[in-house]
């Protein structure tokens, strides 16, 4: 199960809104408040749990471990739930249970607006609630827990949508777009929510998260910018996925009737831009993960080659042949990274440029603005101050 827990300190406003101290649970119709207020939410799901779909925002700070949560599971199969809740109250028992209070309470003290939930509103989030009361501390619990959460988003998420209207940012592979959207207010960057960075090279060093998370995330911006009236919010043009996540469908639709402002920038530009973005700092969060050189070197040469090779049949034999003996080369020598815009200029010029000249034909008729980066940048501002 799913719970998570407000606490004391709490904003009088939010202390108003969902009446805490009388109930201590936090009902469907309050999650606006909750989402709104950037309240503090502890999930005491087991990491697993977490691992196929959460609130990126939450602090995991399980009840259950993996496996304490795996043996109670087996437990209640084969004996029936007294004999679960048995074995759990035996689990997490002395030390084993300060610790998890402990934890709780660190993580109560460090903010405010805190609420606990875990699966479905059950066991796990009561007894956290109960244990934490024993101390002093009236912590809120939600209803319905992580399932109910994930309804609310996704119900905000297709109301949003109806009433949103989105400028998208378009423009080939390598015209900081990415960049260029992170400097504006009104804005959503699904590759940042996605961590990926949207083409066959965006893998990053750290995992994606699952689709339902990915899904929530967006959702949960999309409500907090729309809490605040405008008339419009930028998103980059993307496909229908974000390497292993995939839009929701109903936000694809719409992007996909929505006015477009292309960037176009030359193709040294745009070399560049590869570079610093695929190449270059790529190979500095690899460093910050492996300890030791020789891992990093592996694992910078593994991104590389595995990418392309996914790209292989687009490419068509000689064209990855060649890409794939300067992007070697290039790595057999690390004394200068700029050697690598040699293969990124051909496969910019020769796989990802005519893919957009394809595409873009297709989006003419939505496009409301064409120039350069800093022409956008002029034109962006203009508008968000005007709106």
């Known amino acids: 199960m799913i719970c ?23 009902s469907f119709n309050q999650l606006d408040n909750l989402f709104l207020s950037h309240a503090n939410l502890i999930d005491l799901r087991a990491p697993i749990e977490v691992a196929r779909g959460g609130i990126s925002e939450a602090i995991n700070s399980p009840l ?7 043996l109670i599971g087996i437990t209640y199969k084969k004996n029936g739930k007294k004999a679960a809740i048995s074995l759990g109250e035996s689990i997490v028992s002395g030390e084993a249970r300060e610790k998890r209070i402990e934890s709780w309470v660190e993580s109560i003290n460090n903010r405010t607006n805190t609420a606990l939930f875990c699966a479905r509103g059950g066991l796990r989030s009561f007894t956290a ?24 988003l996704l119900k905000s998420l297709g109301g949003a949508l109806i009433k949103t209207n989105f400028f998208l940012i378009g423009g080939r592979t390598g015209s900081a ?71 929701p469908t109903a936000l694809f639709e719409k992007m996909g009737t929505s ?24 190979l500095r969060e690899l460093r910050t993960k ?12 593994s991104f590389l080659l595995d ?41 910019l010029m020769e796989y990802y440029d005519p893919m957009y000249d394809y595409q873009i034909k297709k989006k003419s008729a939505r496009i409301i603005f064409q120039g350069n980066s800093q022409d956008f940048s002029q034109w962006a501002a203009d508008i968000e101050s005007a709106s």
Not at 64 to 70: K, M, Q, S
Not at 204 to 212: E, H, K, L, M, N
């Open 290 to 301: 492996f300890p030791s050189k020789r891992e990093t070197e592996a694992a910078f040469s």
């Open 259 to 282: 006015k477009l402002a292309v960037v176009d920038e030359d193709i040294n530009y745009r070399t560049q831009t590869i570079l610093e973005d695929y190449v270059i700092s790529n």
């Open 4 to 26: 998570y827990i407000i606490i004391r300190p709490i904003s009088s406003q939010f202390m108003k809104n969902t009446q805490i101290y009388r109930d201590q649970n936090i």
């Open 64 to 70: 259950l471990n993996n496996d304490e949560r795996h």
């Open 129 to 152: 609630q109960g244990w934490l009361r024993h101390r002093g501390i009236y912590v809120p619990r939600i209803e319905g827990g992580y399932k109910t959460l994930r309804a609310h």
């Open 177 to 247: 777009k990415t960049h260029l959207l992170g400097k504006l207010a009104n804005k959503i960057d699904l590759e940042k929510i996605a961590n990926h960075r949207g083409s066959a090279f965006g893998r990053r060093a750290t995992p994606q998260p699952a689709q339902s998370t990915f899904e929530n995330q967006i959702a949960l911006e999309l409500m907090r910018l729309n809490n605040t009236p405008r008339p419009f919010i930028f998103l980059e043009d993307e496909g229908s996925s974000i390497g292993s996540v995939a839009l």
């Open 307 to 347: 990418n392309l090779e996914r790209i292989k049949k687009r490419l068509g034999g000689v064209l990855y042949k060649e890409i794939r003996a300067l992007m070697q080369d290039c790595l057999n020598d690390y004394s200068d990274l700029m050697k690598h815009q040699t293969w990124i200029r051909i496969l």
